[in-house]
């Protein structure tokens, strides 16, 4: 494993292959540790305390993983996940960071303030994460995690409705990939 990313060994293969689709991420530090239970969320990307006192290159990143992966009232096991739907997860918390990467220390504290309060920044977070995973290439990935939740008979209604919500729909996803395949052949 690089020197700059420390990953559990249980799912270290698959954040490799997430990492492979984010060259840019390469020197960039970035911790993935499992966590109990994380309210209202299954991972959370964010920098690190520490990092609002050093420079944009030197910023640092945690990925928190829940043990247990909770939608609506079923649990899912984060070894029960099947495995590109966890690369699907990984690959949109990389966008995260992504998103993080140019931002000063102010825009950084504002983001996450406007992230507590304003449902409609949420929205435009998430979908921007969505948005770099496709852009690296990450759409297959995300694809399958979207399908995952959405086409789960186990998993409810309300939760489904969160997911079309804040996150961009498999046809978005669509979209964006035949923009970024015409911009590559023009």
Do not use: C
């Not at 690190?48 to 829940?66: A, E, Q, V, W």
């Amino acid at each position: 494993m690089h020197k700059y990313h420390i990953i559990p060994k249980s799912i270290e293969e698959e954040v490799k292959v997430a990492l492979n689709y984010y060259p840019e991420l390469k020197n960039i530090h970035i911790e993935i540790k499992f966590k109990k239970e994380i309210k209202k969320s299954t991972m959370q990307a964010r920098p690190t305390f520490d990092s609002f006192f050093k420079s944009k290159k030197n910023r640092r990143y945690l990925i928190l993983i829940s043990e247990k992966i909770k939608i609506s009232d079923k649990e899912f096991f984060t070894k029960d996940v099947p495995r590109n739907v966890f690369i699907g997860w990984i690959g949109h918390e990389l966008g995260h960071i992504m998103d993080y990467q140019d931002r000063s220390k102010l825009n950084l504290i504002l983001f996450g303030i406007k992230y507590l309060l304003s449902d409609n920044h949420i929205v435009a977070a998430e979908r921007a994460a969505d948005y770099f995973a496709v852009k690296h290439n990450m759409e297959r990935y995300i694809l399958e995690t979207k399908n995952f939740i959405l086409n789960n008979a186990q998993i409810s209604e309300v939760y489904k409705k969160r997911i079309k919500r804040y996150y961009l729909s498999p046809e978005e996803i669509m979209v964006l990939v035949e923009e970024r395949n015409q911009a590559n052949t023009a």
